[in-house]
């Protein structure tokens, strides 16, 4: 903190319009706190109704359950789809910008009105939306893709949702700024920065979705003759896909706060970390024609080099924190005194703590499942083999679920208790929620992605075909029924795993036991270390003399993961080789 | 030795160090591997694959599609299947396969090794062309022609599924192909 903003705090705190926090000696702006409260609020309340929604999805694909009518169905998923991948994320990920924008620097909204508005138009689109899509007004699913039309109110909605958004999003850099302007930070912590990547690919993502809806607006009220079902899909896409790519970053950024708050741990090299999230920022929006490769319109050339993130350059991101992520955990560890053999930091760790398991567990799903599952498919020869099977969900569950989800879960441990004042009401519970959860989703996640490999389609009411003209059996044998037995138990555990965090929440926010220091014994002393000038010398000159690996634990990890993504890499080649037809 | 800050906390103005040996090391190694599969992709693949995603693509108008089906179908239809029309045509000509809410047209009869130009359009709105059991996948949009060049290895009855969400009959719409020795 600078001695501006310090100076500044101590006033704003004399005048009642911050508070010391006794736990972390953060200065806490009263706006930016109740903001946070509201936007966490909400986004736990849209979690907790896309996880019901999830699980009549998941029991309606179990084909020996079959809960809901084709209809209904169809509505669910669609509305599962915006509450879950736009609502839950996108409350929580304004949280997080204000978090970051106000708490983490020690500072007071510039304007919080204006984060207000953004925060009632969310919260009013949000509601609506869902309302639209579940009166069968709207069942286009998420994707909404032309000339399959809605009524033109879920058009506008949209729209109005992505304005608030952006305003959010706007109202972040203008906060920046300004914080510079005043000498109230100089240099970004590094999830402020995090958050900062996750805007900038906001303002992209929100551009390319009102490019891509309200001309889908327009037409549905008659202005426009036509959408080309092309065009709508890049657009779409740049904004759909975007948008998975703001709740990587955020989740990225969210990691490194864990693992400070549960183990200490500081990144490794400011200046590796932060050129992850650069090429980050510089490729990953061109995943946007992930969706698109077996699309006609685009020459395969084209197709490669987007989906490539022109030569993987977001993926070399990704394997920067891959191995910058374990490596802060090992080294703060170390620093513990943990330092003997290759893996005792790790079996030392506080795998107690919900913040510890949260992260250990998304960062491997994620990048296990989610993460190797996302290269593959975003292959463009071997995407035509996945493309709108199950698969695609799997991935994507892996990443956002799995992945975000279950580190945004993770954060708001410390962050309810913290922001609200309150102690946890079902401490207990929290210790196990995110190993039921993780335990699910992975089921889940193997189920879905084998019953998608053996060709079975997304978003589909009925595989076994009835008695329809030209019916087919394809779907019904042993590997789809026990892929599905694993999709529908998963979805079952995962939900109990998603409604204890749900409880815990609830429970917490409006029934714990109010005070001023929250019992969190798990938060580590070095949480909010700063750096220190006495490692300047060694860390610019050390390297030198230094004979053994600074974390060799974390070098096996990432070589072993490697190595897994090589093996899984070339038998999808393979298994794409075995395709019994030549396509040119 | 690092000399960084808590993610919560602002570094110090000099934050900027070399990154370590280790770190060199897997940065060297990620990146290779990126390489590799860009190489893998746009290099080898298409030098030795049988599997190409070199989609045909035209622009075509809806009904003029509708109308190139119609008459493709009367020109070498053979016979009928519970309702659709079967087509054996002759390996030479293009083939029209027609997406509609919620049917795909027609039943094709196709000749093993042999390779056929087939062009999939939509006359309404988006559908998912998913050829089954082999599981080959391609987007199916309305205006738009998606050509490919395919040779069946194998007889036997393939089934068209669509997997892009068309409406609510979407689970109704499944297509044929049958491959002849």
Redesign the interface.
């Given at each position: 903190m600078t001695a501006e903003a310090a100076n500044r705090a101590n006033d704003s705190i004399l005048a009642g319009l911050m508070r010391r926090c006794n736990v972390t000696n953060l200065a806490v702006d009263h706006n930016a706190e109740r903001l946070i409260m509201f936007n966490a609020v909400i986004s736990v309340v849209f979690l907790a109704l896309g996880g019901i929604m999830a699980l009549l999805i998941a029991l309606t694909r179990w084909e020996a359950v079959h809960l809901l009518n084709a209809d209904w169905y169809y509505r669910v998923t669609g509305a599962h789809g915006a509450a879950m991948l736009i609502f839950w994320i996108l409350f929580f990920e304004v949280a997080g910008l204000i978090f970051g924008v106000s708490v983490i620097l020690n500072r007071r909204l510039l304007w919080p009105k204006a984060w207000w508005t953004a925060f009632g138009i969310m919260f009013v689109s949000a509601l609506t939306l869902l309302g639209i899509m579940l009166s069968g007004e709207a069942t286009v699913m998420f994707t909404a893709y032309p000339p399959l039309q809605a009524t033109s109110w879920f058009y506008l909605f949209m729209i109005l949702f992505a304005v608030g958004a952006l305003i959010a999003v706007i109202m972040f850099f203008i906060e920046l700024v300004n914080a510079r302007y005043r000498g109230e930070v100089g240099p970004l912590p590094l999830f402020t920065f995090a958050m900062l990547a996750a805007a900038v690919l906001a303002l992209w993502t929100l551009v390319s979705g009102a490019a891509a809806f309200i001309p889908t607006y327009l037409w549905s009220i008659g202005v426009l003759g036509h959408v080309d079902a092309g065009v709508y899909r890049l657009l779409f896409w740049g904004f759909g896909h975007g948008a998975q790519q703001i709740n990587l970053v955020a989740m990225v950024g969210v990691w490194y706060v864990l693992a400070a708050l549960t183990v200490g741990a500081r990144p490794v090299n400011e200046g590796v970390s932060r050129l992850a999230f650069l090429l980050i920022i510089l490729f990953i929006h061109m995943g946007a024609i992930h969706h698109i490769l077996v699309d006609p319109g685009f020459s395969e050339l084209s197709r490669a080099v987007n989906t490539s993130y022109f030569i993987y350059g977001a993926t070399l991101g990704s394997m920067i924190h891959a191995l910058s992520i374990p490596a802060a955990v090992e080294m703060a560890q170390r620093r513990k005194g943990f330092a003997s053999g290759i893996f005792t930091w790790l079996k030392k760790a506080p795998w107690k703590e919900p913040g510890f398991s949260s992260l250990v567990l998304s960062f491997w799903l994620f990048g296990v499942m989610g993460g190797i599952s996302g290269v593959i498919m975003g292959t463009v020869q071997v995407n035509m083999i996945q493309h709108n099977t199950l698969i695609v969900p799997a991935h994507f569950h892996m990443t956002v679920v799995a992945g975000t989800t279950l580190a945004f879960m993770g954060l708001s441990y410390y962050l309810i208790p913290l922001i609200f004042r309150r102690d946890h009401v079902f401490p207990g519970m929290a210790k196990v929620q995110p190993y039921v959860f993780a335990a699910g989703m992975t089921i889940w996640g193997l189920g879905t992605g084998f019953a998608g490999h053996a060709g079975m389609s997304r978003r589909h009411w009925d595989s076994t075909f009835g008695d329809m003209p030209l019916a087919t059996d394809i779907f019904q044998n042993a590997q789809i029924d026990i892929s599905l037995v694993g999709l529908g138990l998963g979805a079952l555990i995962a939900g109990v795993g998603g409604a204890m965090y749900v409880i815990n929440a609830v429970a917490t926010v409006f029934t714990g036991k109010r005070t001023d220091t929250p019992h969190l014994p798990g938060i580590d002393p070095d949480a909010l270390r700063p750096a220190d000038p006495a490692e300047r010398e060694a860390a610019l000159h050390g390297h030198d003399h230094k004979r053994g690996f600074e974390f060799p634990g974390t070098l096996i990890l990432v070589f072993a993961f490697l190595v897994l993504f090589m093996i899984l890499y070339a038998t999808s080649w393979f298994e794409l080789s075995s395709v019994n037809w030549t396509i040119e | 030795?690092?000399?960084?800050?808590?993610?919560?906390?602002?570094?110090?103005?000099?934050?900027?160090?070399?990154?370590?040996?280790?770190?060199k090391?897997?940065?060297g190694?990620?990146?290779a591997?990126?390489?590799s599969?860009?190489v893998?992709?746009?290099i080898i693949?298409?030098a030795i694959?049988?599997?190409?995603?070199?989609?045909h693509?035209?622009r075509v108008d809806p009904s003029d599609f509708q109308a190139y089906t119609a008459s493709f179908i009367e020109e070498h239809q053979t016979g009928e299947?519970?309702?659709?029309p079967v087509v054996s045509p002759p390996p030479d000509t293009d083939i029209f396969l027609q997406a509609s809410q919620f049917a795909w047209t027609p039943?094709l009869e196709l000749q093993q090794g042999e390779?056929y130009r087939i062009l999939i359009s939509s006359i309404?709105?988006?559908h998912?062309f998913?050829?089954?059991?082999?599981?080959?996948?391609?987007?199916v949009?309305?205006?738009?022609?998606?050509?490919?060049?395919?040779?069946?290895?194998?007889a036997g009855?393939y089934?068209i599924?669509?997997?892009?969400?068309?409406?609510?009959?979407?689970?109704?719409m499944?297509?044929?192909i049958i491959v002849v020795e």
């Open positions: - | 030795m690092s000399y960084t800050s808590s993610p919560l906390v602002a570094p110090p103005r000099d934050w900027w160090q070399p990154a370590g040996r280790d770190e090391l897997w940065l190694i990620a990146g591997w990126a390489v599969m860009f893998m992709m746009v693949w298409p694959g049988g599997q190409q995603n070199q989609i693509d035209y299947l519970e309702g659709t039943v390779t309404d709105v988006q998912g998913s050829l089954q059991p082999d599981n080959v996948n391609f987007q949009l309305p205006d738009f022609i998606t050509g490919l060049e395919i040779t069946p290895h194998e009855e089934t599924v669509c997997n892009e969400f068309c409406g609510l009959g979407h689970h109704l499944v297509g044929q």
